[in-house]
């Protein structure tokens, strides 16, 4: 992504942005080495470690080594892709779109799609060393994949007659196997949360992502309490409260992948994903607004 008034993009920017020295020299004057009032953040990170500006489209963070030697492709924008595409339906149907309320549809989807693609993106991100991409892509594989065995006619892991529909157990708890639904998306909204906590010193369309998507599994894991509790009208709304953020969160992978996608090489615009004041990019601006502004006034 190009920055404000800049001339390189992101991708062109995939090495170390440079020592703080040379990033802090023009901003802090004469309080180089000290604190400076006007610019309070100047020192952070001062080291020599080289910086990569957040990116969504990299499934980048925050800090991360420099990537200009990598041989590989982008592997994000795919994992993003198929997270996006599984999503979308599932939301679809958990929306009652066009009256469809039954999720099967989304089997192949998980298994081949959202599954099998993504988790080979997420592999693909530990050969370039993106830990956070690798968890996050690796981990939502998994999760489609065990979304798929859950949905399985020949698993029935839910059906009638499964595990949940014996004798014992529908006549302890006919709803058991909603709890064990929530407890299992429960699961997902926690991971989920420790992943959203790992991006707010990135870009606002990547900590939307997973804001969103940490809502639909927070709502999908409180509907299957309710419908254990009875309460089927609550369980209905939760769903399709899930299923609105689901497709937001769908819109948003998409957004992320585009924006990891498109370049100067394949599209006649860039596409912006709005960096945190405090991220690295932000920082980068804040002191070259600050450069600008000593410059203009020594003048």
């Not at 610019?39 to 991360?64: K, S, T, V, Y």
């Amino acid at each position: 992504m190009s920055n404000s008034g800049g001339s390189l993009t992101e991708k062109d920017m995939g090495h170390a942005t440079g020592t703080a020295p040379n990033a802090h020299g023009p901003a802090t004057g004469h309080y180089r080495g000290g604190y400076d009032p006007r610019n309070p953040m100047a020192n952070i990170h001062a080291g020599d470690e080289p910086r990569l500006p957040a990116f969504g489209g990299e499934f980048q963070p925050g800090l991360w080594r420099p990537v200009e030697k990598r041989q590989f492709a982008n592997p994000a924008p795919l994992g993003l892709s198929a997270f996006a595409l599984t999503t979308f339906v599932l939301s679809a149907i958990n929306l009652g779109t066009r009256g469809v309320n039954v999720p099967n549809i989304v089997v192949p989807l998980a298994f081949g799609y959202g599954g099998l693609v993504q988790l080979l993106a997420g592999m693909w991100e530990m050969v370039v060393g993106n830990t956070f991409g690798a968890t996050a892509l690796s981990s939502y594989g998994g999760f489609w994949i065990a979304w798929g065995l859950l949905l399985t006619p020949h698993w029935n892991i839910l059906g009638d007659e499964g595990p949940y529909k014996t004798d014992a157990i529908t006549s302890s708890d006919p709803m058991m196997y909603e709890s064990a639904m929530g407890f299992f998306l429960t699961g997902w909204f926690i991971f989920t949360t420790i992943l959203l906590l790992c991006t707010l010193r990135s870009t606002v369309m990547f900590f939307l992502l997973f804001f969103t998507l940490d809502l639909c599994f927070l709502m999908l894991a409180c509907s299957h309490y309710s419908h254990s509790n009875g309460n089927t009208e609550m369980y209905h709304t939760l769903t399709k409260a899930g299923g609105g953020f689901g497709m937001v969160a769908a819109f948003l992978a998409w957004y992320n992948a585009f924006a990891g996608i498109a370049d100067s090489s394949n599209s006649f615009f860039l596409i912006p994903v709005f960096h945190f004041p405090w991220s690295e990019k932000g920082r980068e601006a804040r002191l070259a607004r600050a450069a600008t502004r000593e410059t203009r006034d020594s003048a």
